[in-house]
């Protein structure tokens, strides 16, 4: 499987998944030029993309989706609870090939899929795992809290994508930000901080994880370096040694991530 982050962060994210049969992508909250420059730069052609995935309805991860689909023919997979409110989403656009899913569990091609509910102010948003050749790749991002059923899913996989939305300092001392918007990020249906990311981590450590993608990081609460050395810093306090036991790798919203090639 080989995997990267086109874009991550509160102004578009999608995410590129290949196997030796599948081309998918993660959600497409960016515009459709936007999307087939990032391919392009990959070399991938948009009509040889098999199918778009959506976690849920919020504009940063569907914005190019249903003129995406109807450009290039990519089935739209979504959950029914999801569909329901696509629909109204997407009224004005038109939808086509959708694949309405009842199940968590599923196949696209050689990828053995399995979502799984997040907790997130929205009517239904999920995480996915992607299993192929021996090799398990897990995403959850737009969360406010972990549980066991979440880590459960996420345990044993080879490569995590994680939401490290926020500094929590960083919010609360935001000018720009109501008290309402801090209250919203902050709560358990909000996103993960950077601290609250680091105690997943801490414990998927545990669970066989050895490399993980810090995602959707905030541009006005967050930064790069600052995601990642509050991480690290925490994880070595623990004892857990970032570039030794586990491998932290951090996603950005306007450039393409590392590609990570699983064999």
């Not at 345990?155 to 720009?176: C, F, G, Q, Y």
């Not at 993980?212 to 990081?217: G, Q």
């Not at 994880?235 to 996603?251: P, Q, T």
Request: with cysteine; proline share 2%.
């Amino acid at each position: 499987m080989k995997v990267v982050t086109l874009a991550s962060g509160s102004k578009g994210n999608s995410t590129y998944l290949e196997t030796d049969s599948v081309k998918i992508l993660i959600d497409l909250g960016l515009s459709l030029k936007q999307i087939e420059q990032k391919l392009e730069v990959l070399q991938v052609n948009p009509s040889s993309i098999d199918a778009i995935l959506l976690t849920h309805e919020h504009s940063d991860h569907i914005k190019g989706v249903a003129f995406f689909a109807k450009k290039y023919g990519a089935k739209i997979y979504a959950h029914n609870l999801l569909w329901e409110v696509l629909q109204n989403k997407l009224k004005d656009k038109a939808v086509t090939n959708k694949i309405v899913l009842f199940s968590d569990d599923f196949i696209i091609g050689d990828l053995a899929i399995s979502s799984f509910e997040l907790p997130h102010d929205a009517v239904y948003c999920v995480g996915y795992s992607f299993i192929n050749d021996g090799k398990k790749i897990s995403i959850a991002t737009d969360l406010g809290h972990t549980n066991s059923r979440i880590m459960e899913k996420l345990k044993n996989s080879t490569l995590v994508i994680l939401e490290a939305n926020h500094d929590e300092h960083l919010l609360r001392n935001n000018p720009k930000y109501p008290i309402y918007l801090k209250n919203r990020i902050l709560s358990s249906k909000g996103h993960l901080s950077n601290i609250t990311a680091a105690e997943t981590i801490l414990e998927l450590a545990s669970y066989n994880v050895k490399q993980i993608v810090l995602a959707h990081l905030s541009e006005e609460n967050n930064a790069p370096e600052v995601a990642y050395n509050t991480i690290k810093k925490f994880l070595l306090e623990k004892g857990v040694e970032e570039g030794k036991h586990i491998f932290v790798d951090v996603a950005t919203q306007n450039k393409i991530g590392n590609i990570f090639n699983l064999k």
